[in-house]
């Protein structure tokens, strides 16, 4: 049965590839308000595609920003699974523009990879689904399973309104499980299966000193130099071995099993000398890169300011002095105790003559986790590997993708993170690019999965 | 015989504020290139008066910036001493302008006091000189000891060409001692001898981490964080109780003398609380705040800066970051020395994954103390005492006087340091003013020094 759809695939894939570019040649940019216009053309876009495709109940959903397209398919019978698949047809700006090749918004190929904004992130996996189902339709008149399409318009920008919108109709969105194409492989062609991410959270704090900068010859000695002061705090937060000193932290941290840290040493170690430029890295201790970073909490000093910052000197004890804090935290813990955890630190660590602020981070995220040995997952991974070739490697990510958040609140089902996804990729910057064996192969990946389930 | 000069002065007031206001209406801001031909008025002005006063070889001597006035009188004969008296003919900036009660550039008097950008620092100061000069020529048709003048047009510029100026003119400006009227009492009416600076010296450095700024929750885990790195090297400097860590940074350091310490505690106290808004002082362990500000050494962060400053959160480990480090220094440490001793222990503290890039700090200080035993010392200060009527405090200061340390190096000869301005003066702020009573004591303290060394 697969054989017809694939073969379909391929019998059509300049078809395909020329719809794929039209949606590309739209600069669906849904951080500028100037592209108001273009964002709804993606929108419809979408909305047209599966309208043609044979999808029921197709909607361009207003929301306080931008819309989101919902569509349903559910004629596979009551014995089917429901998925729900989500992605997302807004873009980042393209700017620097004079660093582009080619045009962001006029779709080329090159090294069998298709070059333009959006190429990866996410249209072109997005409009992967699309075919498959347009592929399953022409060649068997239907769909393998029950099919719900969740395509919104402010990714790039938060996804704001998309757990509101989620919660808000949550007996129409609701699904067996969710699959997500908006990730990647750790290697071209090495296919990954993503199936944990990290919870957040953060503070902001300022330790406030005298009223005005003052002369550091007159007052120093007398009056406590809130920078000090700031970085005293902070080193007392994490140790050189990069233990975190927090009390609690690791309290309810869920301690990586034996399995996780076999799976996490078959995945392929990053180049860190080429993707960051550092010759050595940092963990942990007793903790592997990789598995610090995806399986560790950790604590990021992300910015920190105070005093003179020009050029040459300026000889003053600041007034004040700030830093920006963010952890990213794993299952077990709860990010609102985190936060408790961080400002109590900082209260207890406070010297004599300062004081300090504290903002809190208003976003924080649970950590998610799906059981990599879950049936699905096992499915996925069986998929993934017959269309390319190779086993599969599981990972978890140092990251947060808020939908998955959402879902897992709202819904509380698994999520399928099927990312085809390479890491040159060039995601958020200029010549952004989708390799084409990703499109072609990913598809085969999609038609299998959802084959299987029905 | 000072008596006749007193009475001279007194019957000659109204005459006097007049023609200082006349030096105080040219807006001889030396920053600003603008002001460059009021800069040559103010020259023109003092040299004006020294020679109507009598004075020999007035010269105005330019330089690569502003040029200085040197004058000479001689003929006290070969026994009598020879001062150099410095002071500076430039200002500061007016802005901002709005806050100002009068105009900067149009002296105003109230609350006894003459309000005036320079009416503290330094034209008044320097002007009560050029009128006890007059003073001793028109009552005594000479001066009881030999006199070299040098003001110049740059000291709040940093003095830039001062020093050369004094090494290249090493015969001319040649003296026995020397008397600056530049600084201030530690209150309104207490006779004050400052008799030690503090030294100078410092770092700025960088630490850098990966090529660009990364996703922390991608990298989080595996490279190190260069705002971490900066804070823990930071925090190894100085304890909490201020108590500097730097190998050897105290190895050289002259101690306070019991006799100092008797000295430090008659220092009238600075309320913190009213001129720094802080409630509580930190020093180091087992030294009170005025042994710590006047003679024990500091090390103070300047400016530290280093990934996201902007609004919310921003999820980054940065490239880099960097802190502003400067110190005082006490009698005894060599400033070249504290420098290496300070690129040591930020090399030595540097941990794994990041690399540091250090600028040292291009101007160095030694400090500079005369004994306040020394008989110039003593005689000032009672000359002090007699006319204002109170016993001198004696009071070393945090801060640095380039000129001072240029005088010390080039000729090694004791620095008077007879300040009158207050710490209400508001020096470099607006509404700066100058007390009658310091304007009036003080040249009773001039004439009576002068005439005590004849």
């Known amino acids: 049965m697969t054989e017809s759809v694939i073969q379909y695939l391929k019998d059509n894939r300049d078809q395909h590839l020329e719809a794929l570019c039209n949606f590309l040649r739209i600069p669906s940019v849904s951080t500028d308000p ?219 941290v869920e301690p990586l099993t034996e399995q996780e840290r076999t799976l996490m040493a078959q995945v392929p170690i990053e180049d860190y000398s080429v993707t960051t430029g550092v010759t050595s890295t940092v963990s942990e201790q007793s903790y592997t890169a990789a598995e610090h970073t995806m399986g560790r909490p950790t604590l990021e000093v992300n910015g920190m300011f105070g005093g003179y910052q020009g050029e040459g000197t300026k000889t003053i004890i600041p007034a004040s002095a700030t830093a920006k804090i963010t952890c990213r935290l794993v299952p077990g813990q709860d990010p609102n105790k985190i936060q408790d955890y961080l400002v109590d630190h900082i209260k207890q660590h406070l010297p004599s003559g300062v004081t300090v602020s504290i903002k809190r981070e208003p976003i924080s995220a649970k950590a998610y986790k799906v059981d990599p040995d879950h049936p699905l997952i096992k499915q996925a991974a069986d998929s993934y590997s017959k269309a390319f070739g190779r086993d599969v490697v599981y990972v978890r990510m140092g990251g947060s993708i808020p939908v998955v958040e959402s879902i897992d609140h709202i819904f509380n089902i698994p999520v399928v993170l099927l990312g085809f996804g390479t890491p040159d990729d060039r995601l958020h910057s200029p010549n952004e690019s989708f390799p084409l064996s990703s499109f072609d192969q990913g598809m085969v990946t999609l038609v299998d999965f959802y084959a299987s389930l029905g």
């Open 34 to 252: 100037l592209h108001r216009t273009d964002i709804r053309k993606a929108a419809q876009f979408v909305s047209d595609y599966l309208t043609e495709i044979g999808f029921d109940k197709v909607e361009i959903q207003d929301t306080p920003g931008h819309p989101l397209v919902y569509a349903e398919w559910l004629n596979a019978g009551p014995d089917a699974p429901t998925v729900l698949v989500y992605g997302h047809y807004d873009v980042q700006p393209a700017d620097p523009l004079e660093l582009w090749e080619t045009e962001p918004f006029e779709p080329t190929l090159r090294n069998n990879r298709l070059y333009a904004r959006g190429s990866s992130d996410d249209k072109g996996q997005v409009f992967m689904h699309l075919a498959v189902f347009k592929a399953f339709m022409k060649t068997d008149g239907q769909l393998p399973i029950n099919v719900k399409v969740c395509i919104e318009g402010e990714e790039e920008i938060g996804s704001e309104h998309l757990h509101q919108q989620l919660a808000n109709k949550k007996e129409q969105f609701k699904a067996d499980f969710a699959v997500i194409s908006d990730s990647g492989m750790v290697a071209n062609d090495q296919p990954t299966i993503l199936y944990g991410l990290k919870g957040f959270t953060g503070v902001e704090f300022t330790v406030n000193g005298p009223d005005n900068d003052l002369h550091s010859g007159l007052y120093g000695g007398a009056v406590r130099n809130p920078l000090m002061a700031l970085a005293h705090i902070l080193a007392s937060m994490k140790d050189q071995n990069e233990v975190i000193q927090i009390q609690h932290f690791y309290d309810d």
